[in-house]
């Protein structure tokens, strides 16, 4: 089953085999989504922030989870949030029950499978085209995230087409998926030299890059595969 959701700016694909799995990421989303607001309207400063933040206390779990993240790279704990939101939908889908749960929240991804899935990748106007990433059966939930200077409205300082990241912890991904974006320049020598800004990171797993023609990979990623990329599939409003 597969449902698209939108809760203000949260953007999601919902995939799981069961509705009652739908709708407990769904309530995931809006719970953290609320709890994430009244946090910046307490601070609004954690939203604009592109340095890394002191994490208060009493802080949420939701905003801590971003906060850890975003320092990990040296930049703001908003690099973290579709990656965070997307990994508690999850979490809340296993508690259910969920074997095969994915949360796709703008090309952030998280996902626990208990059969092999291929997930595409799609770098807007680059000529790398049909490409996707065969993901092997995962008994844990684990993340997939991409940042890109080329496509979507999220802040890069970077000409990555897509910046891709796979780290067992979805907020670490997604924002190390920022940093890598930030660093990725136009060329081939330029998309090598990217991966300096995620290689000395704990947990990371791997990365890949396309910038233009190249295509970049460092670290234990998934297979890369020719794939029929739906457009209609890919999650955006």
């Not at 106007?125 to 490409?131: A, E, F, G, Q």
């Not at 998309?191 to 970049?216: L, W």
Request: charge should be negative.
């Amino acid at each position: 089953m597969r449902e698209h959701f939108q809760l203000k700016e949260t953007i999601v694909t919902i995939v799981a085999d069961k509705e009652s799995h739908i709708s407990k990421a769904k309530e995931s989303i809006r719970h953290n989504r609320k709890v994430l607001e009244r946090f910046i309207a307490f601070d609004p400063f954690f939203r604009s922030t592109l340095e890394p933040y002191d994490c208060p206390e009493n802080a949420p779990e939701v905003v801590k989870r971003m906060i850890v993240a975003g320092n990990s790279m040296g930049i703001g704990p908003m690099s973290a949030v579709a990656g965070t939101i997307a990994a508690m939908a999850v979490e809340s889908m296993v508690d259910a029950g969920a074997t095969f749960a994915i949360v796709d929240n703008g090309g952030d991804i998280a996902l626990i499978n208990d059969r092999p899935v291929i997930i595409g990748v799609y770098a807007g106007t680059s000529p790398v085209k049909d490409l996707g990433f065969r993901v092997t059966v995962h008994d844990h939930i684990t993340g997939i995230c991409t940042s890109s200077g080329t496509v979507g409205p999220s802040i890069s300082f970077g000409m990555a087409d897509a910046a891709i990241v796979f780290s067992d912890d979805v907020s670490l991904a997604d924002a190390a998926a920022t940093a890598l974006g930030n660093a990725t320049c136009v060329g081939k020598d330029a998309v090598e030299k990217a991966f300096d800004a995620v290689k000395h990171v704990a947990g990371i797993k791997g990365a890949a890059v396309i910038q233009g023609e190249y295509i970049g990979m460092w670290g234990h990623i998934p297979e890369m595969i020719r794939a029929d990329i739906d457009y209609d599939c890919i999650t955006k409003g």
